[in-house]
């Protein structure tokens, strides 16, 4: 059987070749950071048709490329549920290189971290301070866990298996309000596990480094673990462990603090806050051990510990509880309905008073350093 086009006189066939002709247009920039700007944009159709999209541009007019090629490359072969969707890439008008990707309407975990931990530093009494239940961030690192497997894992052809992230932040960890997805975006610093590229650079952010990137040793993918696990610590206590409660400006200073801060033993999440499930919190320093050797091998060691963490029950959070959780988070004054209730039957509704806002309490270890200017997640003595 043949395939005609409408009205024409040519067969379908393998390798026919045709053009789209969509055209975007910038609506508002989202974010600029060292590794280009990322634009709210509408890509729209040669017929009209119009689609919101994130428009990521990497390079400035008349760039060299080639490395962009690369990484649109992988992008494009990464197809996941937790993995924010390739569209489309080229370069613009005047020749700046751009990546398109799927809009994801909400926040990162910098937004969930800012709406839990609003006032934190500074704050007269951190005891009228909410933090995020322990299920939501268990789930939420979870979800970026499976991304992170999948990537982990992802045969690219000509012995390319294996994409380690290298930059997993909470900038890079996208929630979606309306449908409760959790998507990884941003794979710039990508590269192939046992590549050269992957060996004696230093990529990503620093204060979510892992130490062997920091010496510039060989790396794996179990960077990117110890990353997440700086992620889920700073999202349970309000602290990345590696940083000073105040930030340093200068590049070599930022370096020397987290070299400094790995030489003094962590602090256990649940010995930082009051409450936190000690369980979780053991499951995190394991995540965040300084010798590679010591910590999680895979991201599916970790989904396997936290996943008995998460449905320990029997039932846990989903993708729609994280919605309802999100909405109640924003919407402070409205009463749960009991659909939501239901959704979210995993919290503690029993001993807290507001489930959605578990109290935020500082153990007396902790208060003492954080008001003697030290960074609580660091054993000082």
């Given amino acids: 059987m043949r395939l005609r086009l409408f ?30 700007e990322v634009w709210r944009a509408r890509r729209i ?6 689609q919101s999209v994130a428009v990521k541009f990497m390079s400035e007019p ?24 390739f569209i489309d890439s080229g370069q613009d008008s005047v020749g700046r290189y751009f990546v398109a990707m799927a809009l994801i309407e909400g926040m990162d975990v910098n937004g969930l971290r800012d709406l839990a931990y609003t006032n934190l530093v500074g704050a007269a009494d951190n005891r009228a301070m909410a933090r995020i239940p322990d299920k939501i ?4 690192i979870f979800m970026t866990l499976r991304a992170l497997a999948y990537a982990h894992n992802r045969d690219f052809g000509g012995g390319a298996i294996g994409l380690i992230h290298r930059d997993i932040s909470p900038g ?29 650079q230093i990529a990503g ?6 130490p062997e990137v920091l010496v510039e040793d060989p790396i794996n993918c179990q960077v990117d673990i110890y990353s997440l696990g700086l ?5 349970l206590t309000g ?14 200073g930022a370096i020397s603090e987290v070299m400094l801060s790995l030489e003094l033993p962590l602090r256990p999440p649940h010995r930082v806050i009051a409450g936190i499930d000690e369980g979780l919190s053991q499951i995190v320093v394991s995540m965040l051990e300084k010798e590679p050797r010591f910590r999680y091998k895979t991201a599916e060691a970790v989904m396997m510990d936290l996943g008995v963490f998460l449905f320990e029950r029997g039932y846990g959070p989903t993708t729609s509880s994280l919605a309802d959780y999100l909405w109640l988070l924003k919407n402070r004054d409205e009463p749960v309905p009991s659909a939501m209730r239901q959704q979210l039957r995993f919290l503690n509704w029993i001993d807290e008073e507001d489930p959605i806002r578990p109290v935020y309490q500082l153990t007396a270890e902790a208060e003492e350093d954080f008001f003697e200017g030290r960074n609580p997640g660091r054993v000082h003595s």
């Fill in 239 to 252: 602290f990345n462990p590696n940083i000073r409660t105040t930030a340093l400006n200068s590049v070599l």
């Fill in 172 to 200: 890079n960890i996208l929630l979606d309000e309306r449908e409760g997805f959790v998507k990884l975006t941003d794979f710039g610093v990508a590269a192939v596990q046992g590549s050269d590229s992957a060996s004696g």
């Fill in 62 to 85: 008349g760039a060299d490329v080639t490395t962009l090629d690369v990484e649109a490359l992988r992008m494009s072969n990464l197809i996941h549920d937790n993995i924010v969707p």
């Fill in 137 to 140: 961030v268990g789930f939420i």
């Fill in 7 to 36: 009205g024409g006189n040519k067969d379908l066939a393998k390798g026919h070749q045709f053009e789209s002709g969509s055209k975007y247009e910038l609506i508002c920039r989202l974010g600029k950071g060292g590794m280009g």
């Fill in 205 to 210: 952010k620093i204060p979510y480094m892992a």
């Fill in 45 to 50: 159709s040669a017929a009209g048709h119009v």
């Fill in 231 to 235: 992620v889920a610590y700073e999202l």
